[in-house]
């Protein structure tokens, strides 16, 4: 039989066996904090943005583009109406996009999606708003029938065409500014490049 200090040496060294195979195992368990991922807590609505001039003509040509549908919704007979659906799909979509837009910029998701160029986005959006509505507001006053739905739409269309008019100007403007910044930061980059590979070249003359 085995002694009570041989046992307690043969245990001795299994702990030390176990405790080298355990440090050399390259599975090591972790004891970093695993942080819990909120990411509606990121989100909050941004009354700066709201405050601003394009948050501003934003909601307000959200709010145009929807009377203006309910306007041309509000026909009940129309013969052509060809011009009717044109201004009902351009009031829409417009509508849509333009609210769509705005909620982005304003909870700020278009942070969480830096990849896209926003403010290109946003004058893309804005332009075309402006010729589409500008064009189907003209079509409708040239064809209708003199109803009171059909005049309001047509009042409507055409503020709303001067709103996005307005906001397509200073969108173009915040474009050329953005693409100056940048490409003066280009410039700049290129300019520090260039002076520290000439140092380099004074520090070692050998190499000239």
Not at 9 to 35: C, H, K, R
Not at 41 to 58: H, N, P, Q, T
């Amino acid at each position: 039989m085995r002694t009570t200090e041989e046992t307690e040496g043969f245990d001795g060294e299994a702990s030390n066996t176990s405790m080298i195979s355990g440090a050399s195992s390259p599975y090591q368990p972790t004891t970093e904090p695993v942080l819990p991922r909120n990411v509606l807590g990121a989100m909050r609505c941004d009354m700066e943005y709201l405050r601003s001039y394009f948050g501003i003509l934003k909601a307000v040509e959200v709010v145009l583009s929807l009377i203006s549908f309910i306007c041309i919704e509000t026909i009940m007979m129309c013969s052509p109406c060809g011009g009717v659906y044109f201004f009902e799909f351009v009031s829409c979509s417009a509508f849509v996009v333009t609210g769509v837009l705005l909620l982005i910029f304003c909870l700020n998701l278009h942070i969480k999606v830096p990849q896209v160029n926003w403010n290109l986005t946003d004058l893309v959006n804005t332009a075309a708003s402006t010729f589409f509505f500008f064009l189907s507001s003209l079509v409708l006053a040239c064809i209708n029938h003199n109803t009171g739905a059909e005049i309001a739409a047509v009042i409507f269309g055409f503020l709303v065409t001067g709103v996005y008019g307005l906001n397509t100007f200073l969108a173009v403007r915040r474009w050329r500014r953005g693409n100056g910044c940048q490409g003066a930061a280009q410039t700049s980059e290129y300019m520090r490049a260039r002076t520290a590979s000439r140092g380099e070249m004074e520090a070692r003359p050998e190499l000239a």
